[in-house]
């Protein structure tokens, strides 16, 4: 190689390595910011996975963070204690969802035994056959030694889920597409309708998670039997032709 092509060569390498020297640095605090932006999401997707193996008490935030693949350092900076934690793992996969959810019951156009049956439908195939549906579990059988979470639950999700659920039994009888319910029955009608989604949340993570020996329960087909069940005791009679 002549001296003027060394220094060409020279000359091109002094003025590239600055250049890539500073991409990979601006890349660095990228990849930090992203990796950053994700640990929330991350811990949170952990702490469900352990709140519902292993139920709440048993949960250690240790265990979470390790899951996440952080220090329990790093978590303390999101969730000051394990309540908030739990208190942020419901507020994303169940109490964030209720605009939403509320938003598709005033856009419904078509009739009200219609949008119950949606409504169970939908219910099972965002919560119910996810690990969502641990969580209620998980309430129910710990709710008393946790009253403090109990009372966040039924505030964020009972209470709201209620409402949204009575909102379209009211829908109904407003419409004359449901029998006429005495103020007094509405809240009851409305726990009736909402059994059928707790006996399948808490029969999927307690002995349907085990047992063989009976005879398998498939969530769709249950639904939709509890669905004509409802409809029929709840459907107003359609009219008689006159004679």
């Not at 993570?205 to 939709?224: F, K, M, N, Q």
Request: positive net charge; contains cysteine.
């Amino acid at each position: 190689m002549t001296r003027n092509a060394r220094s060409v060569a020279a000359a091109l390498a002094s003025a590239l390595t600055p250049s890539c020297r500073k991409d990979d640095a601006d890349a660095a605090p990228a990849k930090r910011a992203r990796r950053k932006e994700a640990r929330p999401g991350e811990l949170l997707a952990a702490a469900l996975d352990l709140f519902v193996e292993k139920g709440y008490a048993a949960t250690r935030v240790e265990e979470v963070a390790q899951r996440a693949g952080v220090s329990k350092g790093t978590l303390f900076l999101y969730f000051a204690n394990k309540d908030e934690l739990f208190k942020a793992v419901v507020r994303e996969n169940l109490a964030g969802h209720f605009p939403e959810w509320n938003a598709e019951f005033e856009a419904w156009t078509g009739s009200t035994p219609e949008l119950l049956s949606y409504a169970l439908r939908q219910w099972w195939e965002r919560v119910g056959r996810t690990p969502v549906a641990g969580i209620t579990k998980l309430m129910m059988s710990e709710a008393a030694n946790f009253p403090e979470l109990a009372a966040f639950y039924e505030r964020e999700v009972v209470i709201p889920g209620g409402a949204l659920m009575r909102r379209i039994v009211q829908r109904g009888v407003d419409r004359g597409e449901f029998r006429a319910i005495a103020p007094v029955d509405m809240a009851h009608t409305v726990y009736a309708v909402l059994a059928p989604m707790l006996f399948l949340m808490s029969w999927k993570h307690s002995l349907g998670a085990c047992v063989t020996t009976t005879e398998t329960i498939d969530p769709v087909r249950y639904l939709e039997q509890q669905t004509r069940i409802l409809l029929y005791g709840l459907c107003a009679p359609a009219p008689t032709a006159a004679l």
